[in-house]
T-cell receptor
Framework: AQSVAQPEDQVNVAEGNPLTVKCTYS??????LFWYVQYPNRGLQFLLK??????LVKGSYGFEAEFNKSQTSFHLKKPSALVSDSALYFC????????????FGSGTRLLVRP | EAGVVQSPRYKIIEKKQPVAFWCNPI?????LYWYRQNLGQGPELLIR????????DSQLPKDRFSAERLKGVDSTLKIQPAELGDSAVYLC?????????????FGSGTQLSVL
């Protein structure tokens, strides 16, 4: 089955430190991978995507993600965390069958402490 | 530019009652999606429209759920009758094109509580 997994329910990091939010995927064919962020009482917002090309993808708000085909991972990273980065982060992958469907992970809550 | 607009923001109903959610996508966006997000989980696709055509409704529980997108713009999602397990946040999203690589723009959602 095509799926995406976020192994951590919550990630805690101090402001100014680097952060990593983990994501692994399982799909048939070439993966289309996405990260979305959900702030309280707001809709999900697109952060970045990997379709093809460079394995390191840069996105909004200073975030980047590294595609690793051998490890089937697409971890979200930021060199220096801000308190305002505290939110719920979702990894997503396109699943292909007769059509396409965006499948989301269960989400990881990021808490950046001052 | 206005984002995806959903209403109502909250809805509380008793089981077996009908309920409807409304979505106005970003102007010019051809593709519209309805997702359901249960507490502590990621969104799950219910239905995807390309213009006025429902191109993927395989995840829509058709015995009680229905949706329409008249004139390829606004959309309505209906549940009749609602069950306790339908309590969730219902999210509408739109994208400019029809490809899998398109980024989605989400509304704030309608939080449904079925008592």
């Amino acid at each position: 089955a095509q799926s995406v997994a976020q192994p951590e329910d919550q990630v805690n990091v101090a402001e100014g430190n680097p952060l990593t939010v983990k994501c692994t995927y399982s799909v048939s064919g070439n993966p289309y991978l996405f990260w979305y962020v959900q702030y309280p009482n707001r809709g999900l917002q697109f952060l970045l995507k990997y379709i093809t090309g460079d394995n390191l993808v840069k996105g909004s708000y200073g975030f980047e993600a590294e595609f690793n085909k051998s490890q089937t991972s697409f971890h979200l990273k930021k060199p220096s965390a801000l308190v305002s980065d505290s939110a719920l982060y979702f990894c997503a992958v396109i699943a292909w069958d007769s059509s396409y469907k965006l499948i989301f992970g269960s989400g990881t809550r990021l808490l950046v402490r001052p | 530019e206005a984002g995806v607009v959903q209403s109502p923001r909250y809805k509380i109903i008793e089981k077996k009652q009908p309920v409807a959610f409304w979505c106005n996508p970003i102007s010019g966006h051809n593709t519209l999606y309805w997702y359901r997000q249960n507490l502590g989980q990621g969104p799950e696709l219910l239905i995807r429209y390309e213009n006025e055509e429902a191109v993927d409704d395989s995840q829509l529980p058709k015995d009680r759920f229905s949706a329409e997108r008249l004139k390829g713009v606004d959309s309505t999602l209906k549940i009749q009758p609602a069950e306790l397990g339908d309590s969730a946040v219902y999210l509408c999203a739109s994208s400019l094109g029809e490809g899998a690589e398109e980024k989605l723009f989400f509304g704030s959602g309608t939080q449904l509580s079925v008592l």
